[in-house]
């Protein structure tokens, strides 16, 4: 079992910078890959980010250029550093790890970007 928490979130206006981060608890099976997913209110949650064990990433076309995300193997924790801040960027952001084939979700922590 793997739990997740997230820190980070919070109200800002457009075109400021967050860094969300998310760290998985102890676990004695190997995570392979961490990441943030988000939802805002009436649509389906949708992938941002992620980053695998080995350091390769993968971006959602619309925060490409604008988000980061990064991670330390060592700590089992992945950040994101969200730059330039648009109000479509508002939604609840969740930290997911995969581990053995199972997929962990995290509580969320809401962004929210006022124009």
């Known amino acids: 079992q793997v739990q997740l928490v997230e820190t980070g979130g919070g109200l800002v206006q457009a075109g400021e910078s967050l860094r969300l981060s998310c760290v998985a608890s102890?676990?004695?099976?190997?995570?392979?890959?961490m990441g943030w997913y988000r939802q805002a209110p009436g649509k389906q949650r949708e992938l941002v980010a992620t980053?695998?064990?080995?350091?390769?990433?993968n971006y959602a076309d619309s925060v490409k250029g604008r988000f980061i995300v990064s991670g330390d193997n060592a700590k089992n924790t992945v950040y994101l550093q969200m730059n330039d801040l648009e109000p479509e960027d508002t939604a609840l952001y969740y930290c997911?790890?995969?581990?053995?084939?199972?997929?962990?979700w995290g509580q969320g922590t809401q962004v929210t970007v006022s124009s």
């Open positions: 997911n790890a995969e581990s053995l084939g199972y997929i962990y």
């Open positions: 980053r695998s064990r080995g350091g390769n990433t």
């Open positions: 102890r676990s004695s099976f190997a995570i392979n890959a």
